[in-house]
DNA sequence: TGTGTCCGAGACGAA
DNA sequence: CTCGGACACA
């Protein structure tokens, strides 16, 4: 216990757990920060603290999951500990991941230059690889197969161990496809996401040197959102603390919702087993909710059973009731919403800013947004469709990797006739064919096919324009000038005209240019912050960041429209959490796969997302596939009010003739009598 | 080789 | 309903 005279400024703001948190500096700490207890106020000033205790802010590292936190974090600790905390390290697992790589590239026979391949090039390399291996993509999905190889990597199992595994057809096409895709990415001189932890795990085991480099400058490590942590990660932050053993992690079992990318929440389940002697903090004060919010999303979690067990108490007492209201379908769901908004606001009861409205799904915003925009309504949608997966971004951005790196084979797939030079679909597939036979990037295949002129003349000439196209932007991308790059760029390929051909709608047109000149203006932005831009620097940060346009205070007055994956970390006035129906929450896939606790926490984000008011809304029937069809409330709901869902109710994922038989197993998990007793203490 | 149209399958979340 | 792929055309 620190004594009050010498207790600094610091810690007099922090509660008692909170301090407890702050003050244990050494060996492994394990934070369990329940929505809205000040889990940023503690990791933050925990790391001043060390400045403050003499520890200099080199060797603290701060591991966060998105770069958004990253900033935060940075902003806060340089407010709180002024200049002397821009020695901290603060960074994400990727970002830390690639600069590891880059440094030690030679040793891992990686070009040092190496790309990225972000989620939309992993789609099409695996359609790539079944096509190669004539497997038809209804018999394996791209998403389930890219998903399973995302799980391999993850659990380091290699092509050959995937294929000895493999004890039926599906499974062994998919690792088939596991081997062609590692060869693709391989040849493309690219680097998925996975591919970052595990080939930096990989460094660490096998540099012992590189190791210990890292654990002398690290003396402190902390690491945020650790309920999101993944095999490799827990490996890299292990391969680096395993001697001092000063690590802290943050963290809410209840809270981890990225199971589906490998997130693994039995590492904060099991911290205590992995760093024997830990020290376990509850944070359980709540900063942020009203007694009724809490209460809900307290009944609603405790129907989990891997977890730890706690409850959250408010800070702030009472306030409204939380309203459970049926709605037709989800036309009138987003017309009852979008008219309650509109009259809050009108009588100044709200402001937009302080509402979000939630949704389980990325097709949920649809009929949202149609109301918003005949009501008048400013809103943000985040999540979904991203700036970054818009066509022409796509194509332009594909024209920038192609610069960075030549090798890039999807890149230069996707723009090759892009505009339409002649180089046709005969001349891509004996193109493919060779660079996979040669093990050798798309585009020097094709320049040595053209030059010992085993192509056609239209594809060859066709050719020569594209090179001399990206020639001319490569000698500007030297120069570090990348908004010129992308002027002469969009000039020597006449992208404009493209753009105006393919959209004879003069609307949609500007749109895309649009998309087109918001490239410019981060390229703009990049090389204005950047100390040394480089082409390679912008499309990492690009990659890598993703487009903040979760923050509020950017959008200026308006109503906020996100899944509830993007909303975690978020906090608003006025939350409605809508379409909250079996089959949607939890959804239907989630169940047929057992992941009904993941859907649970979900539903446990989405509800302590709300300080004052939440408004919960499911509908009676809802379209599908164009389609209306009948839905019942989710089994959250019943949990929520402890009560038991009625006659011919039928759970999602029951199959549709059981419907009597269905609801009793699932009784016995879902509703957990007794334990009301230990609530109360 | 480039363009248009039709058809059928399809929908969870994203650094 | 909404996308992408296949196929038929110029």
């Not at 009560?643 to 199959?655: I, L």
Request: aromatic share 6%; charged share 25%; glycine share 6%.
């Amino acid at each position: 216990m620190p004594t009050m005279v010498s207790m600094s400024p610091l810690l007099q703001s922090l509660n008692a757990e909170q301090r407890r948190a702050v003050t244990t500096t050494e060996g492994p700490l394990l934070v369990l920060a329940g929505a809205g207890t000040g889990k940023t106020r503690v990791i933050t000033v925990r790391a001043a603290h060390l400045l403050e205790k003499g520890v200099a802010a080199e060797q603290i590292l701060l591991v966060t999951f998105t770069n958004k936190a990253a900033r935060e974090m940075q902003e806060r600790l340089l407010s709180l500990a002024g200049k002397q905390a821009e020695g901290i390290q603060v960074s994400t697992f990727h970002s830390f991941c690639i600069r590891l790589l880059r440094q030690h590239a030679a040793f891992l026979n990686l070009p040092s230059s190496f790309g990225i391949c972000d989620g939309s090039d992993q789609i099409t390399a695996v359609k790539s690889a079944l096509r190669e291996l004539r497997i038809a993509e209804t018999a394996i999905h791209p998403r389930a197969a890219q998903s399973r190889i995302s799980l391999f990597k993850n659990s380091l199992i290699s092509v050959e161990q995937a294929k000895d595994q493999a004890d039926d057809d599906w499974d062994l096409g998919v690792a088939m496809v596991y081997e062609k895709y590692q060869q693709h990415l391989q040849r493309s001189r690219v680097l998925d996401f996975d591919d970052f932890l595990v080939l930096s795990l990989k460094l660490l085991n096998e540099q012992e040197t590189v190791r210990k480099q890292l654990e002398d400058r690290f003396r402190y490590v902390m690491v945020d959102e650790y309920q999101d942590t993944n095999g490799p990660q827990y490996g890299i932050v292990r391969a680096i603390v395993q001697n001092h053993q000063n690590i802290c992690v943050v963290g809410d079992d209840d809270q981890s919702i990225y199971g589906w990318r490998g997130a693994d929440i039995s590492k904060i389940l099991g911290f205590e087993k992995d760093f024997p002697g830990a020290t376990k903090i509850h944070l359980l004060t709540n900063y942020r909710s009203t007694e009724e919010i809490l209460d809900a999303a307290n009944k609603v979690i405790r129907n989990n059973s891997k977890r730890h067990e706690k409850e959250l108490k408010s800070a702030l007492g009472s306030g409204t009731t939380v309203a459970i209201l049926r709605m037709e379908d989800e036309s009138h769901e987003a017309s009852f919403v979008c008219s309650e908004i509109d009259h809050l606001v009108r009588i100044g009861e709200a402001h937009y800013r302080d509402i979000a409205i939630l949704v389980r799904t990325a097709q949920q915003p649809r009929s949202f947004e149609a109301d918003l925009r005949a009501m008048n309504i400013p809103y943000h949608l985040v999540g979904g469709m991203s700036f970054f997966d818009r066509k022409e971004v796509r194509d332009l951005l594909a024209y920038l990797r192609l610069i960075a790196n030549p090798a890039d084979e999807t890149s230069f797939l996707r723009i090759a006739n892009i505009p339409a030079r002649g180089i046709g679909k005969g001349s891509i597939e004996k193109v493919v064919a060779a660079a996979t036979a040669a093990g050798e990037g798309a585009f020097p295949t094709m320049r040595k096919m053209v030059e010992s002129g085993s192509l056609g003349a239209a594809p060859s000439k066709g050719f020569q324009q594209l090179r001399t196209a990206l020639n001319q932007a490569h000698a500007l991308a030297k120069q570090g000038d990348l908004v010129a790059l992308l002027r002469t760029l969009l000039t020597s390929i006449h992208y404009r005209d493209e753009i105006d051909r393919i959209y004879p709608d003069e609307a949609t047109r500007n749109l895309r240019w649009n998309g087109v000149m918001e490239v410019l203006n981060f390229a703009e932005n990049y090389q204005r912050k950047a100390s040394k831009p480089t082409l390679q620097g912008f499309l990492e940060e690009l990659s890598l960041n993703e487009n903040d346009d979760r923050d509020q205070e950017d959008q200026g007055d308006a109503v906020t429209l996100m899944t509830l994956h993007a909303a975690k970390g978020l906090e608003f006035r006025r939350v409605y959490l809508v379409g909250v129906e079996e089959g949607i929450l939890p959804h239907t896939r989630s169940v047929t796969e057992g992941h009904v606790e993941e859907e649970r926490r979900l539903m446990y984000v989405g509800v302590t997302r709300a300080q004052r008011d939440l408004t919960i809304t499911y509908c009676e029937a809802r379209a599908k596939f164009g389609r209306l069809q009948s839905c019942h409330p989710s089994r959250f709901l019943f949990e929520m009010r402890e009560k038991e869902p009625p006659q011919g109710w039928v759970p999602s994922g029951a199959p549709q003739m059981a419907q009597t038989a269905a609801p009793a197993p699932r009784k016995a998990k879902s509703v957990v009598t007794g334990r009301k007793r230990r609530k109360k203490r």
